[in-house]
């Protein structure tokens, strides 16, 4: 079936802009193949529904509105073409403009089957999408047509229903692509570019009819038969995993298309308020994207805040060991003989004796003071990190002639002594990339450096005296 979409079409481009075949050729091209090949697509839309249980609904409304479509080209070819007194509108538009309800149906259904877990956001940047490619369309479209559009009411009615359900449709399938996060898939991407042909054809179609503002001839028949073969094609595409939003955000990137996307329509709009454009269509237009941008900001700030909250350890405010293993990658990435950096892995001394003794609310305000105090010495030379526990983890970027120095105060900083207690830090340090490249590496360095000192520490240690149970006194 796809094979026959494709030929099809193929065929009928081939003799309506080249000639193929010669004017002997109109009648089974432009005729009976082309009505077979509208009607094909429907038929590959039922034979999907049939097939598929889940999206069955769906593609059943989607295969009888290209039916109604197929059936009322059927009408055209034996009534209407070279009829100089056919009227208008005719049975045949009627089931042009029946195909739009349907449609709409059909694809709400396919969204609805394919759609899980979706939150509120998601939801409502496809809305956005829809409304701003609606109000893009009624600008340069819609009131295009309408401006040379002439006849009885009901003429008039007829002719602009097609670029307003084209609009419509495309608009649809555009929140759609705002539902997936702007990866739609074969299906929904052959969808959409069938509409969109669709809706360029009749518009074309519209202008050449009614004010001749485009070229004459056949040449636009092609075009709505693209239009069939995509939906018939997008019919049997192998069925993507459920549109489900991502777990966690991409930052700035999720911004780079609709961004686009909006600016563009503003540099458009620009364009459009400087000609004829209806007072509506401009004011829908600006709100529009006004719309789409702050959405999309506010959705990339609660994003951004999100994921800094997950990054971040919820007691001392430092990263956390997800973000310490992301942040030493790129670390490693980056990382030259002229622009090092360093991994630096600590561990408390004394730590677990401060928190038996004193107890883990006082342990856990020790642990936000060492932290206040590592984040304040770490400075501008690097990040740092509580992975867990009693350790903490620090990724430098500054210069090899600094290294010890800055090491020095890092140790220092995790370091505190009062009545009863006393913590101090053990610590292992790797330079990158002179003595490891890869992120595993430089940690199992600077792990393997840190045991050391602390077993060290641990031999020349005199023995413990007995434990004194006093309060700590502020670190």
Not at 415 to 426: D, E, I, M, P
């Given at each position: 079936?796809?094979?026959?979409?494709?030929?099809?079409?193929?065929?009928?481009?081939?003799?309506?802009?080249?000639?193929?075949?010669?004017?002997?050729?109109?009648?089974?091209?432009?005729?009976?193949?082309?009505?077979?090949?509208?009607?094909?697509?429907?038929?590959?839309?039922?034979?999907?529904?049939?097939?598929?249980?889940?999206?069955?609904?769906?593609?059943?409304?989607?295969?009888?509105?290209?039916?109604?479509?197929?059936?009322?080209?059927?009408?055209?070819?034996?009534?209407?073409?070279?009829?100089?007194?056919?009227?208008?509108?005719?049975?045949?538009?009627?089931?042009?403009?029946?195909?739009?309800?349907?449609?709409?149906?059909?694809?709400?259904?396919?969204?609805?089957?394919?759609?899980?877990?979706?939150?509120?956001?998601?939801?409502?940047?496809?809305?956005?999408?829809?409304?701003?490619?609606?109000?893009?369309?009624?600008?340069?479209?819609?009131?295009?047509?309408?401006?040379?559009?002439?006849g009885t009411t009901l003429e008039v009615a007829t002719t602009l229903a097609?670029?307003?359900?084209?609009?419509?449709?495309?608009?649809?399938?555009?929140?759609?692509?705002?539902?997936?996060?702007?990866?739609?898939?074969?299906?929904?991407?052959?969808?959409?570019?069938?509409?969109?042909?669709?809706?360029?054809?009749?518009?074309?179609?519209?202008?050449?009819?009614?004010?001749g503002a485009v070229p004459g001839g056949g040449w636009i028949e092609p075009?709505?038969?693209?239009?069939?073969?995509?939906?018939?094609?997008?019919?049997?595409?192998?069925?993507?995993?459920?549109?489900?939003?991502?777990?966690?955000?991409?930052?700035?990137?999720?911004?780079?298309?609709?961004?686009?996307?909006?600016?563009?329509?503003?540099?458009?709009?620009?364009?459009?308020?400087?000609?004829?454009?209806?007072?509506?269509?401009?004011?829908?237009?600006?709100?529009?994207?006004?719309?789409?941008?702050?959405?999309?900001?506010?959705?990339?700030?609660?994003?951004?805040?999100?994921?800094?909250?997950?990054?971040?350890?919820?007691?001392?405010?430092?990263?956390?060991?997800?973000?310490?293993?992301?942040?030493?990658?790129?670390?490693?990435?980056?990382?030259?003989?002229?622009?090092?950096?360093?991994?630096?892995?600590?561990?408390?001394?004394?730590?677990?004796?401060?928190?038996?003794?004193?107890?883990?609310?006082?342990?856990?305000?020790?642990?936000?003071?060492?932290?206040?105090?590592?984040?304040?010495?770490?400075?501008?030379?690097?990040?740092?990190?509580?992975?867990?526990?009693?350790?903490?983890?620090?990724?430098?970027?500054?210069?090899?002639?600094?290294?010890?120095?800055?090491?020095?105060?890092?140790?220092?900083?995790?370091?505190?002594?009062?009545?009863?207690?006393?913590?101090?830090?053990?610590?292992?340090?790797?330079?990158?990339?002179?003595?490891?490249?890869?992120?595993?590496?430089?940690?199992?360095?600077?792990?393997?450096?840190?045991?050391?000192?602390?077993?060290?520490?641990?031999?020349?240690?005199?023995?413990?005296?007995?434990?004194?149970?006093?309060?700590?006194?502020?670190?």
């Amino acid at each position: 079936m796809v094979a026959f979409l494709i030929a099809g079409t193929l065929a009928i481009a081939l003799h309506s802009w080249f000639g193929l075949g010669g004017p002997k050729l109109d009648l089974a091209l432009n005729g009976v193949l082309y009505d077979s090949v509208v009607l094909g697509a429907a038929v590959a839309c039922l034979l999907r529904a049939s097939a598929v249980a889940r999206e069955r609904r769906a593609w059943l409304l989607i295969g009888i509105a290209v039916g109604c479509w197929g059936l009322a080209e059927v009408y055209w070819t034996a009534f209407i073409e070279g009829n100089p007194d056919a009227p208008y509108p005719s049975p045949a538009d009627i089931g042009y403009l029946v195909f739009y309800p349907l449609a709409y149906a059909g694809l709400a259904l396919l969204v609805r089957a394919r759609a899980a877990e979706m939150n509120w956001r998601l939801w409502t940047d496809g809305l956005i999408a829809a409304l701003g490619t609606a109000a893009l369309g009624a600008a340069f479209v819609f009131d295009f047509v309408a401006e040379h559009t002439s006849g009885t009411t009901l003429e008039v009615a007829t002719t602009l229903a097609y670029p307003f359900g084209d609009i419509g449709m495309i608009a649809l399938v555009v929140g759609v692509f705002a539902l997936t996060e702007w990866r739609p898939g074969r299906t929904w991407a052959l969808l959409l570019a069938g509409l969109a042909a669709m809706a360029v054809a009749d518009v074309a179609y519209t202008l050449q009819w009614t004010a001749g503002a485009v070229p004459g001839g056949g040449w636009i028949e092609p075009i709505y038969l693209v239009s069939a073969a995509c939906l018939g094609i997008a019919a049997w595409q192998p069925a993507p995993a459920a549109i489900r939003p991502r777990a966690h955000s991409e930052g700035w990137r999720e911004l780079v298309i609709p961004a686009l996307f909006a600016t563009v329509m503003l540099g458009l709009f620009a364009m459009q308020y400087l000609s004829t454009a209806t007072g509506l269509s401009t004011t829908l237009w600006a709100m529009t994207m006004v719309a789409v941008i702050v959405r999309l900001a506010l959705a990339a700030r609660e994003n951004r805040a999100l994921l800094e909250q997950v990054q971040r350890d919820p007691l001392t405010g430092l990263g956390n060991r997800g973000r310490m293993q992301v942040d030493l990658e790129t670390l490693c990435d980056r990382a030259s003989e002229e622009n090092p950096g360093a991994v630096v892995f600590l561990d408390l001394n004394g730590f677990k004796h401060f928190n038996d003794t004193f107890g883990h609310p006082a342990g856990d305000d020790l642990l936000v003071e060492l932290g206040g105090a590592l984040h304040k010495a770490v400075g501008k030379d690097g990040t740092s990190y509580r992975i867990g526990g009693d350790e903490f983890c620090v990724l430098l970027a500054c210069q090899s002639e600094r290294l010890a120095e800055v090491t020095r105060k890092i140790a220092e900083a995790l370091t505190a002594q009062g009545k009863g207690f006393a913590v101090s830090a053990s610590w292992g340090v790797a330079t990158i990339p002179t003595e490891a490249t890869d992120p595993a590496e430089a940690l199992r360095l600077a792990d393997v450096r840190m045991y050391a000192q602390k077993e060290s520490r641990r031999v020349a240690a005199p023995a413990e005296g007995p434990v004194v149970t006093v309060a700590p006194e502020k670190v």
